[in-house]
């Protein structure tokens, strides 16, 4: 008996469906691009289920013509490319020619049609892979296509299905994912009945994306927009400061040529941007728009299109690090304090609401006492028989709060006349006042109060001086390395980095250096560099970061450690010269609150 037979077209089909089609997202994604690729400029998404049961969309493009709809849903049937050289020229979103045919093999997929050429209407319907005749249809723009019962004829497929809640968030992400790419359409989304999603068009794609930035409570000001141009390609990116960020890389988002795909490099890329500004750990907000040259593009990788080819990715890598480092401004985070109020009602069972949480109201005897860290409004005293005396009080409680401001007045004057003096006879901008936990440096300058990371600042300048060769001192006696072929061949490529550490090497001859100069400040590091010298392997940047570590943070003034004025203040004069304080892992070192805050956490509202 034969082993080896052919698979029944039908089964083949499914199985070639997989490939494409993994869950109810799958097909909207391939809705959303013949939408778009048909140029409309309103689509709108529904489903039921979570899409299993059911996934509509409707678009008023340009319509399907009779005659191509008797082709549509055949297995590489596309209106996209018709030579093999246009797989290098490609302007849509499909292509392929293999998402209809997959869908409507594991799905019952109704397409109805109106084609703005021709003015007929038309409705085709694939049942699971069984065609029905082309029928005259009802519809008078656009095209609707919907795909019900998604694998109800492959149940160990629908089985994988997560839960539909699941399902329905996952589908609405994709019209976000969309969306973001094309802020001239409008996109709704509406799932069991129920709209969960209108963004209207909008003029820039810093307002598109902030439609999706708004939810997370991000603020526009916040928002940078960045725009450059290449030789073959264009970039814009919309990001946030360095205030906003999260835990993980799922917010940076990159889109080539209006498609998101998933390229780590260009993701790592917007890391290295923002490289000095976030701690260890934080990611930033971004997307990232490329248009490129589509002779350099190859997006025929994944059947999905999740992945891209780019010819020129190395110079596209270098223009979104430059265009960030460029373009986010570091910013001073500031302390504000944390007020609560309470109030005293006249009923002891009057409660109040306060963003939908019940707040008891208190009795006179238990309201707290005035803290450093909460304001309070009077209570509301209850009513008293009026005291006979009552205005001749009334007029010494006035007086009495006319004199003490005067007097405050006065001892401002005076105050103020004494900063003058001392400023000028000083000429010092700041005023330190101590060190906190052996930790915090704290200076006082213009009415604010500034908290210093004394370890974090004084890498910042080390490393400052590293940069400009400050301190830099020739070795009497040169420190002589040997080094194996490939080290041999780092060192000689990135030669540049060391010198601009002030670390100056000399090739002897095939894997022998010679250290020659170094800064003052590796004195007793020296054993360090040369084993790092000997191994390091990493690109330009992470070799720069990690010599930094060897050199500034070894040397630094620790957390923990006493200082001395004189040395505070030198530290705290240099940082206050800087223009972004931030150490070279991207701490910000600098913290600030102002006079004001500060007198308000103490109560003090005079």
């Known amino acids: 008996m034969a082993r080896i037979n052919l698979l029944d077209p039908l089964l083949s089909q499914r199985i070639a469906a997989g490939e494409v089609i993994e869950r109810p997202q799958s097909i909207l994604r391939e ?51 018709h030579l093999p050289d246009d797989l290098y020229t490609i302007n849509t979103l499909g292509f392929r020619g293999e998402a209809l045919y997959s869908i409507g093999a594991v799905t019952k997929l109704t397409v109805e049609t109106h084609s703005a050429e021709t003015g007929e209407s038309s409705i085709l319907i694939i049942d699971n892979g069984r065609r029905s005749e082309i029928s005259d249809g009802t519809i008078e723009t656009g095209t609707t296509v919907t795909a019900e019962d998604l694998f109800i004829d492959i ?18 992400s994709m ?17 069991d009945g129920a709209l969960r999603l209108d963004w209207p068009k909008a003029e820039t794609l810093k307002e598109r994306v902030m439609m999706l930035y708004r939810a997370e409570g991000i603020a526009d000001a916040d ?105 986010i401004k570091r910013i001073i985070p500031e302390v504000s304090p944390i007020q609560k109020e309470f109030y005293l009602e006249e009923s002891k069972d009057a409660k109040r609401t306060e963003g939908g949480v019940n707040v008891s109201t208190f009795s006179q005897s238990s309201i707290p006492q005035r803290s450093s860290m909460s304001t ?29 401001k005067r007097a405050e007045k006065e001892k401002q004057r005076q105050e103020e006349e004494r900063k003058s003096e001392e400023k000028a006879e000083d000429k010092i901008e700041f005023r330190y006042i101590g060190q906190a936990f052996h930790l915090f440096l704290i200076a006082e300058k213009d009415h604010d109060l500034y908290l210093v990371d004394q370890h974090a600042a004084h890498e910042r300048i080390l490393y400052d001086d590293l940069l400009s060769k400050k301190g830099v001192q020739p070795l009497l006696v040169p420190i002589r390395i040997e080094v194996d072929s490939l080290a041999d061949e780092f060192i000689e490529k990135n030669i540049g980095v060391y010198e601009n550490l002030g670390i100056t090497l000399e090739k002897k001859q095939d894997g022998i250096w010679e250290v020659t100069k170094m800064p003052a400040s590796c004195r007793s590091l020296e054993s360090e560099i040369i ?41 705290l004069r240099r940082v206050f010269a800087m223009e972004e304080p931030a150490c070279p892992h991207g701490r910000t070192f600098l913290m600030k609150i102002s006079e004001k805050e500060l007198r308000l956490l103490a109560g003090r509202t005079g």
């Not at 309103?42 to 008797?70: C, F, M, P, Q, Y």
């Not at 019209?175 to 799932?191: D, E, G, N, Q």
């Not at 008293?384 to 709060?401: G, H, M, T």
């Open 531 to 571: 084993d790092f010298i000997q191994s390091a392997r990493a690109d330009g940047a992470e070799l720069e970061s990690r010599l930094f570590a060897i050199i500034a943070c070894k040397a630094a003034i620790k957390a923990g450690d006493d200082i001395d004025r004189w040395s505070a203040e030198d530290i």
């Open 155 to 172: 149940p160990a497929r629908r089985a994988f299905l997560k839960r539909s809640q699941t399902e329905a968030s996952m589908c609405r």
């Open 31 to 81: 809705f959303l691009d013949n939408a778009i690729d048909a140029g409309a400029d309103e689509i709108r998404t529904s489903i039921d289920g979570g899409g299993i049961d059911r996934l509509s969309v409707s678009d008023n493009g340009s319509g399907i013509a009779r005659e191509d709809l008797k082709l549509l849903g055949n297995r590489h049937a596309t209106s996209k490319i």
């Open 376 to 404: 309070f409004k009077e209570p509301l005293i209850p009513y008293a028989e009026k005291d006979k005396a009552w205005l001749e009080k009334a007029k010494a409680l006035v007086e009495e709060r006319e004199s003490r």
């Open 175 to 191: 019209v976000v994912s969309k969306a973001l790419a094309f802020p001239s359409i409008r996109f709704t989304f509406s799932s």
């Open 223 to 327: 928002v940078y927009e960045l725009h450059s141009d290449g030789e073959d390609f264009s970039i814009d990116i919309i990001a946030g400061n360095q205030g906003v960020k999260r835990s993980d890389r799922k917010e940076i988002r990159i889109y080539v040529n209006g498609r998101a795909v998933e390229e780590y490099s260009l993701q790592q890329a917007v890391t290295y941007g923002y490289g000095e500004l976030l701690p260890g750990g934080s990611y930033p907000y971004a997307v990232v728009f490329i248009h490129d040259n589509p002779e350099l593009v190859d997006f025929n990788i994944h059947p999905a299109k999740k992945e891209v080819k780019l010819r020129n990715k190395a110079e596209i890598h270098h223009a979104i690090v430059t265009l960030i480092q460029n373009g």
